[in-house]
């Protein structure tokens, strides 16, 4: 086990994590949106800019995979993380165009403990992305289910 490891009891209302940053090249969008969103104005910067996107666009849903990346990198991995019920809200609110660089921050919003099962709780965190520009690009709120550190050290 990690000195470092983060628990259930780690994650109190307010506290914040930081995501990205993340640059976002065309090659990636357009490899994303030839296997999961082949919408001209994602393969192209042509049609992009002929668009109301105003160029190479990510994908909504690749945009949501990058932000999930920078979780996972930022505090999921480092974890005693058992999954997610769903999630709550899903904003796209700009465009991610090729170039830009997307950073952020979570921030849990509220922690309770399970009664249904001992030793998880559930933490409530909203996740807000920006491009370079300081523009939101996208809002997420989301419920994970963390292991309590008390239940779910060994003992030697």
Not at 96 to 115: I, P, Q, S, Y
Not at 134 to 147: K, L
Request: net charge negative; hydrophobic share 40%.
């Amino acid at each position: 086990m990690q000195a470092d490891r983060l628990y259930f009891e780690d994650f109190r209302p307010e506290r914040q994590f930081p995501l990205g940053p993340k640059t976002v090249s065309a090659e990636e969008i357009i490899e994303f949106a030839q296997e999961f969103d082949p919408q001209p104005m994602h393969l192209s910067e042509e049609a992009g800019r002929a668009s109301i996107l105003g160029g190479l666009a990510a994908s909504g849903w690749h945009t949501s995979s990058m932000l999930m990346r920078m979780i996972i990198d930022s505090y999921i991995l480092n974890s005693s993380c058992q999954g997610a019920p769903g999630i709550d809200l899903m904003e796209w609110k700009k465009p991610v165009l090729a170039g830009d660089t997307l950073k952020g921050t979570a921030t849990v919003l509220e922690a309770r403990a399970l009664k249904s099962r001992p030793g998880i709780g559930l933490v409530r965190i909203r996740t807000e992305l920006s491009n370079q520009r300081d523009q939101s690009v996208c809002v997420a709120d989301q419920v994970i289910m963390f292991g309590m550190r008390e239940t779910t050290e060994v003992a030697s």
